[in-house]
């Protein structure tokens, strides 16, 4: 039988020398990254709408587009919408008819 001060030992500390860095694990992960911005700007969202807008910001096909939701409430804010749009800018209702009784429609 082994006695207790010649037993092996399971852990062992390491000692730190003065003056020298601290060694890395061999299990560690190293999380730092650099990041860069990207840039585009032909892909401006305000451009594309033009200036036919609702006071929030939405164009036509985005107001279709939610008429089509599952939610009541998206739709009926779209409808609203649509009616805002249709009585700032006149031209669109002229130039869209077909699009916007075929949106209500369904």
């Keep these: 039988v082994l006695s207790k001060s010649k037993a092996p030992k399971d852990f062992s500390k ?3 020398k003065v003056g020298k860095k601290k060694q890395e694990k ?7 990254f650099k990041v860069k911005k990207v840039q585009m ?3 401006n969202a305000l451009e594309e709408k033009g200036e036919e807008v ?7 096909g985005e107001l279709l587009a939610h008429l089509q939701h599952h939610s ?9 919408g ?9 031209g669109v209702l002229n130039v869209n008819l077909s699009q916007i ?6």
């Design 14 to 16: 390491v000692k730190n």
């Design 26 to 32: 061999a299990n560690e992960m190293k999380t730092d």
């Design 41 to 43: 700007p032909a892909q």
């Design 54 to 60: 609702t006071h929030r910001k939405l164009g036509l």
């Design 72 to 80: 009541a409430k998206v739709r009926r804010d779209a409808l609203k």
């Design 82 to 90: 649509l009616l805002e749009l249709c009585r700032d800018h006149p």
């Design 101 to 106: 009784l075929d949106s209500i429609s369904l």
